[in-house]
Structure formats: C-alpha cells, structure tokens
C-alpha cells in the first residue's frame, strides 16, 4: 500500500497535495483533511508567517512530515496566481514586519528569503514524480536552487557575525556546503525514512498473512478436507466440524477461558473433549473465574480436578441417556463455592425407579463429589430432561477435606498452569 | 423486517427458515454498512437482523447510521453474529441493539426472537446471560475497582431470571421454574438490557477493560 492513503478505517492521514499543489501542496492537503477552503488556510498561514515567520516554520514542517497524496486534479491557473500572489504578501509583510519590529535590516532577511525560495525549488523537483518532465529544466532548477540555498546561507552567516569573516575560508565554505547540502537532501532522507517504514508494515503484513494462512492450512483446510472423505458418515463429519468451529472460534476472538490453567478454562476444555468424544453439542457459559494463583495448597487445588471430572461424568451421562444432542453447563464460580449445572432436555428418567447402570453412573458422579466435600442434586423427570447441579465450597481454613485425599491426577494437571494475562 | 449480513448465503438461508413463519415478512436485504444504511431508511423495517462482523464498522456502524438519520424512529436491532465473544456482545448491546443471538440458533427460536423485539423485549442468548451476570456480580477472580451504586440495580429477582437464561432455559422454562408468567420474564429481561445499554455503561467499558478486551 502506497503511503499516505487513507486507512479503511480510522481517521484519514494528513497528505500534501500531489499534482494539485502550488508550492508543496501543504495548504491544500490541510484543506482538504479538515474540510476547508484552501484559501483560508492559506491566508492563515500568511498572517502566522508575519507573526515572526511562525507560518514558514509550520509549512516547512509540514512539508517534510506530510507524505504526498494521491490527487490527480491540478490546480486551475487562478488558484495558483492567488496562492503565488499570497505568498508574495506573506513574505512582503514578515519581511516588512521583521524590520519595523525587530529593527532588523533588510540586507539581513533577504538572504533568508533567498534560501527559503532555494529550497522550495528543490524539495519541489524532489517531490516531483520522475516522468514526464523536460531533464535540463529539472537540473537547471536544482542547480538555481542549490546556488540560492548555498549563496544566501554563505551571506547569512557573512553578515551574521563579522567575527567570522576572519576565519578559515575553506572552513567557511565547508561549512556553508555542508549546511546547503543537509537542507537540500531533507526531502531524500524523508523519502527513504518513509519507505523503511512502508517496508517494515509490509514485511509485518506479510508475516501475519503467512501466520494466517498456516493456521487456517492446519486446521480448516486439513477439517474439510477429513469431512469430504468422511461424507457418508454423518456423526463423524459433526464431530469433525464442531471441534473445528471451537478450536477457530478460539482463535479468532481469543476467548480468555479457551487456554491458561484457570477452573472456567479446565471446564471448558473438558467439555470441548467430551464434545469430541461423544458428538454432542455443549454450550458453555461460566461466570467468574479461579487462577490457580487463587488457590495456593495443591491439596485443594485438586478439588477443582475433581469438580471437573465430575462435571465431566454428568455431561458424558447425558450424552449416553438423554438422546438429546445438546447439552448446556453454567458454571458460576462466587467467593463462597462453585456450581456447576449441566442440563439436557433429553428423555429424563424418574430418580425414584432407577435402572442399576443410570445409578452407577450417578454414583460416580456423587462419589467425586462427596470424596472432595461437595454435593450432587440431580432433578429429572421422564420427559423433561435432566439437571444436575453440581456444588462446591470454596476452601476455608478448618476444612478437613484440604489434606491429604486420593485425587484424579489425570485432571488435576490441567488446573497445575499458570494462567496467562491476568 | 430487514436482513442484514455480508455473506450472501447466509441471508438466503434465514430468508429460507423464516419463509414459514406466520406475521413475518423480509422487507429487504443488504450485504454491506452503506447500503444497509440507505435501505433501513428507505423500507422502515419493524427488526433488523443485524450481523456483527461486517467489512467497514460491522453492525454497530450500520446501528449508529441509522439512528443517526432516524433519530427516535430508528427500528429495532437484534443482532445475530457467529461471534460470541464479549467485546462483540458488549458492543453491539451498547450500541442500542435489543438482543443478541448466535447463529446456530434454529429458525423456529429465531423467528420467535424476532417478534419479542418487534413486541419490545429483550432477547437474551445464555451468552449475553453470562457476560451480564459477570459483570453485575464483579466476582470474578480479576480484581475490579469499587463498583458503582447502579452496579447492584439489578434487582433479585432479574438475577434470577439471567443465571436461568444463562444455563440454556427459555423464556418459558423459566416463566415455570419461577412460578411467573412468560411476560414477567420478557419486562426483567428487557429491564436487565436497558440497565445494561444505559446505567452500567462505565462499568461495563470498565469491566472490558479489566479483561483485555476494551
């Protein structure tokens, strides 16, 4: 992308002028950004100029900042004798005004000026695009401009001082070439400062495109291509694509809870493998979080694990017994404890009538629990689905259960790491 | 009502699962912010589906837009993303949408959604339940700066009704878990959003903040 167009989004850049410009297309480009006759800002800049040459500084400035813009409309022959004209005006009243105010001779302020239209002759032909113009009217502009900035610098600091008229005229003449030299060169510097940093965006740019496209060849490319070949089987392909969506999902929007050791991270994660495990449909939502930073004693940290595997039978439960597809699991972690609620409106089952396998599994659920000092309600009818809500308290000094008890190590790793970011 | 999404498959399938449904008609449809805009304006819709990751400002550029040329007449925005991360929720219900849904919603939900906006209440994906709850409960483990008076306008029984709508209940499910009629639920839902929209707007920003997300 070239410099200086505007962003997609976000305010636009100030640009100069390019082929509608008078002198640098500062005033025309300033306009433009901030919605304004061009003449107004140009006038603004004339009586800034008689306030001892601050409008000078301030276009000077702008030139070598602003980038050129991309207009194509030249300025009409009026707008340039107008804009001529007030620049004219412009130096005829700082001139005018520096000599009544400051007392300052004429011969002193000539040769500035003399520089200052040295200048703007050459950072102009820099500007310039490369065609279409006549090379020994180029040259010949840069070499009147050259001679300007160089001869008006040399009387500048002639008449500056007279003390130093008694140096080293080699080292005057140096000096002064030096001087004109950085002056003249500005413009060339600004342009390769400014395309070092076009190149480093690109370079950025490109960067995050291959990161992208690497990403997406891994993971969406590699689904699609998994789910053509396994077209003819349904379930495999919802598996395929539902793991797929919550590992994108993951990375496009950064969900926080996706990655870290945090409990909502652990909860969702094991019920992203559940999800994969058994084809169903599991919407999380936790409210609240816990670090393992919260949670100092690895003995209790472990309830956590253990709140997870249990959270990990109820959800496994329903996916073998209700016959339904999706299942939803609220997770609200408070000071005082953690509930779990995992609900499906499948088949149901009266709790009174069990069958054996159904308490079996109920009773691995109540068993994690109870083994760290939580508790298991289980609400269902035939019917209506299954809730099960599982609670946790939050560990309190005098709690018998922080010692010593038989854990599920397996899960108990995933709550082990640190969580990133907070 | 008024579609509003950039993919054009995507429009062409809910024109698909709500062409069945009863007192429901498409007004038009639109793919990008500015044409959006100029459409809504033009057809004056009842609802606009909004989509939320759009080319240009997304839905809450369309949203603003439109206010902006319509002022107080503006139609009602339910907003219907694939994205369910917080700062696009948040976003767009700041914007001034009434509702915010996820797009594997089935068309019998969806179609039932748009008529409670267009009825003026809220509609709430357990989603947008969660994000709200974190925000008005500040229990999470990320410490937080004093919360205002406003944050515990939410009155208990409202609380009630968001922890039900974020395990995954309906409107219904929850009119019966809470002995309440499903109108009942509708003015707490819609009394949640408008305290989320206007009184919390600070400490919601603040809450983004808080989480990187701002």
Known sequence: MPAGRPSPDGPSRLVRRNAGRVIGGVAGGLADHLGVDVFRVRVVFVLLGALAGAGVAAYVLLWFLCPLGEDTERASAAERRQAYGLALVGSVVSILLGIAAAGTPLANLLPFLVVLVGAGVVWREFDAPATGRGTWRTWARLAGGAAAVVGGLAVVVLLGDPDVGRLSTTLLAVGVTLAGVVMLTVPLWMRMWRALGDERAARIRDAEREEIASHLHDSVLQTLALIQKKAAKPDEVVRLARSQERELRGWLFG???????????????????????????????????????????????????????????????????????????????????????????????????????????????????????????IDSAPGRGTNVVLRMPRAHEDDPHGRNMPGDDAVASHTGRQEDGQ | MFLVDDHAVFRSGVRAELAGERGLSIAGEAGTVAESIEHIVASRPDVVLLDVHMPGGGGVAVLRGVRDRLGGDTP???????????????????????????????????????????????????????????????????????????????????????????????????????????????????????????????????????????
Not at chain 1, 343 to 355: C, E, S, Y
Not at chain 2, 100 to 105: A, C, S
């Open chain 2, 76 to 214: 009602v925005f339910l907003a219907l993303s694939v994205s369910d991360a917080a700062e696009d929720v948040i976003a767009t219900i700041r914007a001034g949408a009434r509702g915010y849904v996820t797009k594997t919603i089935d068309g019998a939900e969806l179609a039932d959604a748009v008529r409670r906006v267009a009825d003026g209440d809220a509609v709430f994906s357990p989603r947008l339940a969660g994000f709200v709850l974190d925000s008005f409960t500040g229990r999470s483990s990320v410490p937080e700066p004093a919360l205002d008076p406003e944050l515990d306008s939410l009155t208990r029984r409202e609380m009630e009704v968001l922890r039900l709508l974020a395990r995954g209940y309906t409107y219904r499910e929850i009119a019966e878990e809470l002995f309440i009629s499903i109108k009942t639920v509708e003015t707490h839902a819609s009394n949640v959003l408008r305290k989320t929209q206007q009184s919390n707007r600070n400490a919601l920003t603040r809450w983004a903040a808080t989480r990187h997300i701002g």
């Open chain 1, 255 to 377: 969900d926080p809870a996706q990655h870290g050791g945090s409990l909502a991270a652990t909860l969702t994660g094991v019920c992203g493998e559940v999800e994969d495990d058994y084809g169903i449909e599991v919407d999380v939502i936790t409210v609240g979080d816990l670090s393992p930073d919260d949670e100092p004693h690895a003995e209790r940290r472990r309830r956590w694990a253990g709140l997870a595997s249990a959270t990990r039978e109820a959800l496994i439960n329903a996916a073998k017994h209700s016959g339904e597809r999706k299942v939803s699991v609220y997770c609200e972690i408070t000071d005082e404890q953690v509930e779990v609620f995992v609900r499906d409106r499948g088949v149901g089952f009266d709790p009174a009538t069990v069958g054996e396998d159904r308490q079996g599994i109920v009773r691995s659920v109540r068993g994690r629990m109870d083994r760290f000092g939580g508790s298991v309600t």
